[in-house]
């Protein structure tokens, strides 16, 4: 059974870095054709894609933040990180990751739970 | 403004059937698979629908999703109150080299 779960702080003040990590379990990251991505959602708005992590160490990301964006993974120890900087209060939303199925697309399944992080000074 | 258009909201009585569009472009719907999720409220997103048409293990077969062009559906049939959600279709965009997804619907059942 594969499962995510996101994990971070609740709080960050403007201008800071936010480090998020994503742990799974049922699958590994070394394995060829996986791959783990990062979708947010500001309260009350749609989901953004925001990267994606796959098995061979490639690194994709949404254009319009991918000078703050930095995603990384730690295979030993099935983690997935997010790091995003200079945060501000559009930055506030509950941040998912998951496992896309179809690396290339918008096939994600599952989910983790959602973790909400909140932009405030 | 998403990449990928979807009605607000749709509401429909109990046992009915409703149909929730999703509507893009050459670059994205038109050259790629697209994808639909429910989400709860206050839970994460859950997929319903992949390649277009393709139901995943476990969800139940009144959800049903199709294609044409550079639009997509999604037709729920036997509403039911448990279907009370919001619907986000999803795809690829080549032009932003990356997943996209609608504004999505939110499904009211009267």
């Known amino acids: 059974q594969v499962t995510l779960r996101e994990s971070g702080p609740a709080l960050v003040k403007p201008t800071q870095t936010l480090t998020l990590t994503c742990i799974f379990s049922g699958f590994s990251l070394s394995e060829t054709g996986m791959c783990v991505t990062w979708i947010r959602q500001p309260p009350g708005k749609a989901l953004e894609w925001l990267a994606r992590?796959?098995?061979?160490?490639?690194?994709h990301y949404n254009t319009s933040l991918k000078t703050r964006l930095a995603v990384s993974k730690d295979t030993s120890k099935n983690q997935v990180i997010l790091t995003i900087s200079n945060v501000d209060t559009m930055d506030t939303g509950t941040y998912f990751c998951?496992?896309?199925?179809?690396?290339?697309?918008?096939?994600?399944?599952?989910w983790g739970q959602g973790i909400l992080v909140t932009v405030s000074a | 403004q998403s990449v990928l258009t979807q009605p607000p909201s749709v509401s429909g009585a109990p046992r009915q059937r409703v149909t929730l569009s999703c509507s893009g472009g050459s670059s994205n719907i038109g050259n790629n698979a697209v994808n639909w999720y429910q989400q709860l409220p206050g839970k994460a997103p859950k997929l319903l629908i992949y390649?277009?048409?393709l139901l995943p293990s476990g969800v139940s077969d009144r959800f049903s999703g199709s294609k044409s062009g550079t639009s997509a559906s999604l037709a729920i049939s036997g509403l039911q109150s448990e279907d009370e959600a919001e619907y986000f279709c999803a795809t690829r965009d080549d032009s932003l080299r990356g997943p996209v997804f609608g504004g999505g619907t939110k499904v009211t059942v009267l």
């Open positions: 992590i796959d098995w061979d160490d490639n690194k």
């Open positions: 390649f277009d048409d």
């Open positions: 998951a496992r896309a199925v179809d690396c290339t697309g918008a096939w994600f399944d599952p």
